[in-house]
């Protein structure tokens, strides 16, 4: 990772690419499960849903009941 940063610091876009994919943590979820996850996220009426809404959806879902973000519910009422 040390050399992939030197060589970012020189905005080598290669060297974004590398970053990016070392430093991707581990998953231990199954592919299935996570466009299981993915599919009830997103209605058959949401077909013209932008890519950064979906991903924002998915991330603030995978944040539910973590340290991160551990009431839903409180964030639903202040959004409301």
């Given at each position: 990772l040390k050399?992939?940063?030197?060589?970012?610091?020189k905005r080598s876009s290669v060297a974004q690419v590398a970053l990016d994919y070392c430093s991707a943590p581990a998953s231990s979820t199954d592919t299935e499960r996570a466009?299981?996850?993915?599919?009830?996220?997103?209605?058959?009426m949401q077909h013209n849903t932008l890519s950064?809404?979906?991903?924002?959806?998915?991330?603030v879902g995978s944040w539910d009941?973590?340290?991160?973000?551990?009431?839903?519910?409180?964030?639903?009422?202040?959004i409301k």
């Open positions: 050399f992939w940063e030197g060589m970012w610091e466009f299981s996850d993915g599919r009830r996220e997103v209605n058959f950064q809404t979906f991903k924002s959806e998915m991330a009941g973590t340290p991160l973000f551990p009431d839903i519910c409180r964030a639903v009422q202040i």
